[in-house]
Structure formats: C-alpha cells, structure tokens
C-alpha cells in the first residue's frame, strides 16, 4: 500500500492547447467541490438571515466574525479593505483540508503548486498595494528604524531575503503539515490492514487502529491550525503593505 499514491495527479479531461498541458485533473475537479461547497455553505447560511439563527447561520456568522477579528486585530480596521481576499483565503485552506480527510477524497494542499500559488498571490498584492499605497516609500519596510549606519547594509539585505522567502515558508509549512498527516494515516491504515489479515497478530490490530483514531482527532486540528495561521501571517504581510514604516 503505497502511502504516497494518493497524491498522484490523475488526468481526468486531456486538453493541451498549443502545446500547453491544461488538462481538468482530480486536482481540478477536488478544487471545483472545494469552491461549489463554500458557496453553497454561505448561501445557505445567509438565507434566512433569522434573530435566531440556525446552525448553518451560526456558522456561517462565526467564521465572518472570527476571520475578521483577524484581520482587525492584525492589521487594523485599515485592514478590513481586504476581508474578502483573507475570508476567501481561509475558507479555500479550511475547507480543502478538511473535503482531503474524507476517504477517496484528494487533498489539493498536499499539492505544494497550490500552496506555492497561494503564497505568492499574497506577496504578489503586498508589493503591488504597498507601492501603490507608498511609491517608493514603501522600501521603508526594508530599513528597520534604529539600526546603526554600519550594520544598515546587511540589516537591509537580510529583511530583502526576509521578505522574498515567505512564499516559501508560508506554502511549504501548509503543504509539509497536509503531506505528512495524510501520509501517517495512510501508514497507520495500512498496519490495521495488514495486521487482520496476519493470523493470530489480529490480536494487536486494535492498537494500530486506535492510533489511526487518534491521528487522525490530531489532523482535523492540523486541518483548522493550518487554515488560521494561513490567514493570520497573510494579514501579517498585508500589514506590511499598509504601514510599511512599522
């Protein structure tokens, strides 16, 4: 039983337009259910609009209000221009990881080209509203107040690597904690498996399969950690773009 399979990018529709490999892959398809399933979630959870609300209602009024004491608490009440890209953000993590728990399901942030995408999205409306914020003022969050005119070139040079390996740490971190939960399950799983069908070792089968119920209690809290620290060192750099002098 080979723990890494499950991972394997299956092509589902083939489609190689001048040459270009675009194909609707189970990757695809899993990040059409993933979105569809947001969607549904809100529309249904903002139907009613009830003074009692349902439990779809409160759950979809405590994410808003938890995503955006986020991003009030980390980037201000200027930071709530950008709730819908946070929101949205948070959503897509939590919501993919949790649909990747469910058996024959595909986990698109095991995915690190995901993870990686997302990540230099982020970075990518950093620098693009922190210079049209700021112009060139923006740089500022390249040179720390208080540091000696000695020190200043390597303090300088150390933020600019900083800040172009956050893509980086943001999606491997993500993609690393998917990867090896799912991997550990799978491993556990097939011990369960193997040691039912190993005769009198039956006996011990229980243990493995306990352990497979406890990772996996650990993984759905991986599942909404990842998502929140996703969205909370999001807002962190967007901060950044907002008060680059900080």
């Known amino acids: 039983m080979d723990p890494i399979h499950q991972f394997a990018i299956q092509s589902i529709v083939d489609w190689h337009p001048f040459g270009v490999n675009a194909s609707f892959t189970n990757?695809?398809?899993?990040?059409?259910i993933v979105?569809?399933?947001?969607?549904?979630?809100?529309?249904?959870?903002?139907?009613?609009?009830?003074?009692?609300?349902g439990r779809l209602q409160s759950m979809a009024e405590m994410t808003y209000e938890f995503v955006?004491?986020?991003?009030?608490?980390?980037?201000?009440?200027?930071?709530?221009?950008?709730?819908?890209?946070?929101?949205?953000?948070?959503?897509?993590?939590?919501?993919?990881?949790?649909?990747?728990?469910?058996?024959?399901?595909?986990?698109?942030t095991s995915q690190i080209v995901v993870t990686f995408a997302l990540a230099i999205l982020v970075n990518g409306l950093v620098l693009v509203y922190g210079f049209y914020k700021h112009g060139l003022h923006f740089l500022r969050l390249f040179v720390p107040s208080g540091v000696t005119i000695v020190l200043l070139p390597f303090v300088v040079m150390i933020e600019i690597l900083s800040f172009a390996a956050r893509?980086?740490?943001?999606?491997?971190?993500?993609?690393?904690n998917i990867l090896a939960g799912h991997i550990t399950l799978k491993i556990m799983g097939g011990f369960v498996a193997a040691?039912?069908?190993?005769?009198?070792?039956?006996?011990?089968a229980p243990l493995p399969l306990i352990a497979t119920v406890i990772f996996m209690a650990l993984e759905l809290l991986v599942a909404v950690l990842?998502?929140?620290?996703?969205?909370i060192l999001s807002c962190v750099y967007i901060n950044d773009a907002i008060h680059p002098g900080h």
């Open 35 to 53: 979105v569809a399933a947001i969607a549904l979630l809100m529309l249904a959870g903002t139907r009613s609009r009830a003074i009692v609300p």
């Open 68 to 108: 955006a004491s986020t991003v009030r608490l980390t980037a201000g009440q200027a930071g709530m221009r950008f709730f819908p890209f946070i929101f949205s953000l948070f959503m897509f993590v939590l919501v993919s990881n949790l649909v990747g728990l469910f058996p024959y399901t595909f986990s698109v």
């Open 226 to 231: 990842q998502a929140y620290v996703f969205a």
């Open 167 to 176: 893509p980086i740490s943001l999606s491997v971190r993500l993609f690393g």
């Open 27 to 32: 990757a695809s398809l899993f990040m059409v």
């Open 195 to 204: 040691l039912l069908g190993a005769g009198v070792f039956a006996i011990i």
